[in-house]
Protein backbone atom coordinates (compact mmCIF):
# COMPACT_ATOMS: atom_id res chain seq x y z
CA UNK A 1 0.00 0.00 0.00
CA UNK A 2 1.39 3.49 -1.13
CA UNK A 3 0.86 6.25 2.10
CA UNK A 4 1.07 9.55 0.76
CA UNK A 5 3.39 11.94 1.91
CA UNK A 6 2.22 14.49 4.72
CA UNK A 7 4.17 16.99 2.45
CA UNK A 8 1.79 16.41 -0.22
CA UNK A 9 0.22 19.34 -1.76
CA UNK A 10 -3.57 18.90 -1.56
CA UNK A 11 -6.13 20.63 -4.44
CA UNK A 12 -9.02 22.07 -4.27
CA UNK A 13 -11.63 23.01 -7.31
CA UNK A 14 -14.23 24.89 -5.57
CA UNK A 15 -14.56 26.77 -2.26
CA UNK A 16 -17.88 26.58 -2.05
CA UNK A 17 -20.15 25.37 2.18
CA UNK A 18 -17.61 22.44 2.19
CA UNK A 19 -14.68 23.37 0.42
CA UNK A 20 -13.97 26.37 1.87
CA UNK A 21 -13.60 25.28 5.34
CA UNK A 22 -12.33 22.17 4.46
CA UNK A 23 -9.17 24.41 2.80
CA UNK A 24 -8.70 26.24 6.11
CA UNK A 25 -8.79 23.60 7.93
CA UNK A 26 -5.78 22.03 5.90
CA UNK A 27 -3.55 25.27 6.17
CA UNK A 28 -4.35 25.51 9.80
CA UNK A 29 -2.41 22.02 10.52
CA UNK A 30 0.18 22.79 8.21
CA UNK A 31 -0.45 21.52 4.64
CA UNK A 32 0.44 22.89 1.21
CA UNK A 33 -3.10 23.99 -0.43
CA UNK A 34 -3.67 24.69 -3.86
CA UNK A 35 -7.08 26.08 -4.80
CA UNK A 36 -9.18 27.20 -7.58
CA UNK A 37 -13.17 28.60 -7.62
CA UNK A 38 -14.91 30.72 -10.45
CA UNK A 39 -15.40 33.41 -7.33
CA UNK A 40 -13.03 35.59 -7.00
CA UNK A 41 -13.42 36.55 -3.65
CA UNK A 42 -13.64 33.42 -2.63
CA UNK A 43 -9.91 32.54 -4.16
CA UNK A 44 -9.00 36.00 -2.24
CA UNK A 45 -9.96 34.74 1.36
CA UNK A 46 -8.17 31.20 0.43
CA UNK A 47 -5.26 33.25 -0.69
CA UNK A 48 -5.13 35.49 2.60
CA UNK A 49 -4.54 31.95 4.54
CA UNK A 50 -1.83 30.64 2.73
CA UNK A 51 -3.46 28.70 -0.51
CA UNK A 52 -1.53 28.73 -3.52
CA UNK A 53 -4.03 30.26 -5.81
CA UNK A 54 -3.22 28.84 -9.46
CA UNK A 55 -4.66 30.24 -12.90
CA UNK A 56 -6.80 27.65 -13.21
CA UNK A 57 -8.29 24.02 -12.35
CA UNK A 58 -6.26 22.27 -14.67
CA UNK A 59 -2.71 23.87 -12.89
CA UNK A 60 -4.68 23.05 -9.55
CA UNK A 61 -4.54 19.53 -11.00
CA UNK A 62 -0.74 19.36 -12.18
CA UNK A 63 0.28 21.08 -8.71
CA UNK A 64 -1.73 18.56 -6.41
CA UNK A 65 -0.41 15.38 -5.18
Request: charged residues 15%; without cysteine; glycine residues 14%.
Amino acid sequence: MNTPSRNATVGFVGLGDMGAPMVANLLRKGHAVVVFDLVDEKMAQAGSLGAHRPSGPAHVARQAG
